[in-house]
C-alpha cells in the first residue's frame, strides 16, 4: 500500500458527461501528479500541483481540469467525454515536488466511456 | 526532449531462469534521475528503485540488480533466480530537474511473464 488513495476505483459514463477523480497524496507529501494510461498513448504525464497550485503542466486536454485543494487532495475533472478518454488515471504524490523525489502512486481509476 | 526506450516489448522466462531488462533514455539535463516501476496484474504502479544521474554504483536488493552506464544512457534492470511472482510490466522513468521539472517520462514497459 502506497499511502496514496484514489476514488472512484472504476467508472462508467457516457460520452458527452463529465466525471470528477479524487486522490489523496500520503500524508506529508506536498506535491500532486496526475497521468493517464491508455493503450496507444502508454503512461503519460497531465498535470502536477505543489502545495495548491500549478507546478507543470503536460499532455492534459483542455476539457480536463484539476485543482489541488487546502487539505492537499486533488481533483481531476474530465468533461464532454470521448471513448478515446477511457483509461487508467493514477495520481501520484511526492515530498516536495523535486525531480529527486520517489513517486508513490495510488491504485488508479479505471474510467470506461461508453 | 527527454525519452526513454524499453526495447523489450515482451519477455517471457522459465522460473529460476535470470532475465534482463534494458531501458535506454535521452536527456539534455545534467541532472536527471531514473526510476524503475512495477506494474503487476492487479494494476497498481509499484516504486522500485531511484537512481541519479551522479551515482553510477550498480545497486543490488535481493535478487533485483540495476545497471547503471552514463556512458550508453542505459540502466538496465536484472532479476536472479525470477519467480512467478515476478511476472508483471517494468516501466523505466526519466526525471530533469531543470528542462521538464519532476515529471516522469516513462519507457512504453517490458512485459516479463515467468512461467512455473
Known amino acids: 500500500d502506497s499511502g496514496v488513495t484514489q476514488t472512484p476505483k472504476h467508472l462508467i459514463t457516457a460520452t458527452g458527461q463529465r466525471v470528477t477523480l479524487r486522490c489523496s497524496p500520503r500524508s506529508g507529501d506536498l506535491s500532486v501528479y496526475w497521468y493517464q494510461q491508455s493503450l496507444d498513448q502508454g503512461l503519460q504525464f497531465l498535470i502536477q500541483y505543489y502545495n495548491g497550485e500549478e507546478r507543470a503542466k503536460g499532455n492534459i486536454l483542455e476539457r480536463f481540469s484539476a485543482q489541488q485543494f487546502p487539505d492537499l487532495h486533488s481533483e481531476l475533472n474530465l468533461s464532454s467525454l470521448e471513448l478515446g478518454d477511457s483509461a487508467l488515471y493514477f495520481c501520484?504524490?511526492?515530498?516536495?515536488?523535486?525531480?529527486?523525489?520517489?513517486?508513490?502512486f495510488g491504485p488508479g481509476t479505471r474510467l470506461t466511456v461508453t | 526532449a527527454q525519452k526513454v526506450t524499453q526495447a523489450q516489448t515482451e519477455i517471457s522466462v522459465v522460473e529460476k531462469e535470470d532475465v534482463t531488462l534494458d531501458c535506454v533514455y535521452e536527456t539534455r539535463d545534467t541532472t536527471y534521475y531514473l526510476f524503475w516501476y512495477k506494474q503487476p496484474p492487479s494494476g497498481e504502479l509499484v516504486f522500485l528503485i531511484r537512481?541519479?544521474?551522479?551515482?553510477?554504483q550498480n545497486e543490488i536488493s535481493g535478487r533485483y540488480s540495476w545497471n547503471f552506464q552514463k556512458s550508453t544512457s542505459s540502466f538496465n534492470f536484472t532479476i536472479t533466480a525470477s519467480q512467478v511472482v515476478d511476472s508483471a510490466v517494468y516501466f523505466c522513468?526519466?526525471?530533469?530537474?531543470?528542462?521538464?521539472?519532476?515529471?516522469?517520462?516513462f519507457g512504453e514497459g517490458t512485459q516479463l511473464t515467468v512461467n512455473p
Open positions: 522513468a526519466l526525471s530533469e530537474e531543470e528542462t521538464s521539472g519532476s515529471r516522469l517520462t
Open positions: 537512481r541519479n544521474s551522479f551515482d553510477e
Open positions: 501520484a504524490s511526492s515530498a516536495s515536488g523535486r525531480g529527486v523525489d520517489e513517486q508513490y
